[in-house]
């Protein structure tokens, strides 16, 4: 049976007091978890980069046309299209944008004036001769991802960390 003017539920003090362990918490664990965010977009970027490798693999497989991944190193974008030699040509189907903090490092002979590189996919499933050996996404001059060339000359492999360091 309930007393007449009773309630149940927290006081004011109590609502203050957790609060103010959350906020002690927070202003605490906040400095910590900002390195760890920032660290993500290198690796997120690389898988990106390594899922649309395949991706162009694949298309240029299921559709039997030549595929290009382009990367436009100063500018840190990059895409795919199909290289179509008749009628009207696939512009860029697919166009991806590195993180502000991040940068693609080609050799010179891989790139053009313009400092473009393409990496071509064949519709048997390889890749072009001339395709750069290596790609590197750096991160501010201290991290970076290492893109390979695979031993049978079908994709991009990232090169072990243990190598990296």
């Known amino acids: 049976m309930r007393k007449l003017g009773t309630t ?3 006081t004011l003090i ?8 959350l906020a002690t918490i927070i202003t605490v664990s906040a400095p910590s978890l900002g390195g760890f965010f920032r660290g993500r ?3 997120e970027e690389s898988r990106r980069f390594l899922a649309v490798t395949r991706y162009a693999r694949s298309d240029a497989i299921s ?5 290009e991944l382009w990367i436009d190193s100063y500018s840190g974008s990059y895409g795919v299209r199909r290289m179509i030699n008749y009628g009207e040509g696939d512009e860029k189907s ?3 944008q590195l993180d502000e903090n991040l940068e693609f490092e080609l050799d010179a002979e891989d790139m ?6 393409a990496l071509v996919f064949q519709p048997d499933g390889f890749m072009d001769q001339e395709n750069p050996e290596e790609i590197v996404i750096r991160k501010n001059d201290a991290e970076k991802t290492v893109f390979e060339k695979s ?5 991009y492999m990232i ?3 243990e190598e990296n360091e």
């Open 8 to 10: 149940e539920g927290f």
């Open 94 to 96: 697919l166009e991806y």
């Open 14 to 21: 109590e609502l203050i007091c957790v609060l103010a362990i």
């Open 151 to 155: 031993i049978s000359g079908m994709e």
């Open 41 to 43: 977009s290198l690796t």
């Open 112 to 117: 053009d004036e313009e400092g473009n590189a």
């Open 63 to 67: 559709r039997s046309v030549p595929v």
């Open 159 to 161: 090169e072990d960390e």
